[in-house]
């Protein structure tokens, strides 16, 4: 059993950053690509992005390509999602959550189904 714990989530004022944290226990995710995912109030849970096993290949929506950045520490089995030029509506709970294959090097995966485990969330709050 994998569990997903994230965190950095805070009040920020647009134009600010964040950098999100997702640590996993009970298994090591070097060989398993990651994504994270958003939820804002009344709203479907929408894909952020992808990063690859490797940590070789990323892949984001189109509503926060160039501002956000997804890497990967393999020593510290963490994975981090920076979150730069921050709009109000980046405002959600965000969501890491492991892939059901290992050693995928397939990117354009936007679809929930697709993930295993799921962390609780960190909220992701922007004022304007």
């Known amino acids: 059993q994998v569990q997903l714990v994230e965190s950095g989530g805070g009040l920020v004022q647009a134009g600010g950053s964040l950098r999100l944290s997702c640590a996993a226990s009970?298994?090591?995710?070097?060989?398993?690509?990651m994504g994270w995912f958003r939820q804002a109030p009344g709203k479907e849970r929408e894909f952020v992005g992808r990063?690859?096993?490797?940590?070789?290949?990323?892949y984001y929506a189109e509503s926060v390509k160039g501002r956000f950045t997804i890497s990967r520490d393999v020593a510290k089995n963490t994975v981090y999602l920076q979150l730069n030029n921050l709009k109000p509506e980046d405002t959600a709970v965000y969501y890491c959550?492991?892939?059901?294959?290992?050693?995928?090097?397939?990117?354009?995966?936007?679809?929930?189904?697709?993930?295993?485990?799921w962390g609780q969330g960190t909220q992701v709050t922007v004022s304007s």
């Open positions: 990063i690859s096993w490797n940590g070789e290949s990323t």
């Open positions: 959550a492991v892939d059901r294959a290992q050693f995928s090097s397939i990117m354009v995966i936007t679809t929930t189904q697709r993930y295993a485990y």
């Open positions: 009970g298994r090591t995710l070097s060989t398993y690509a």
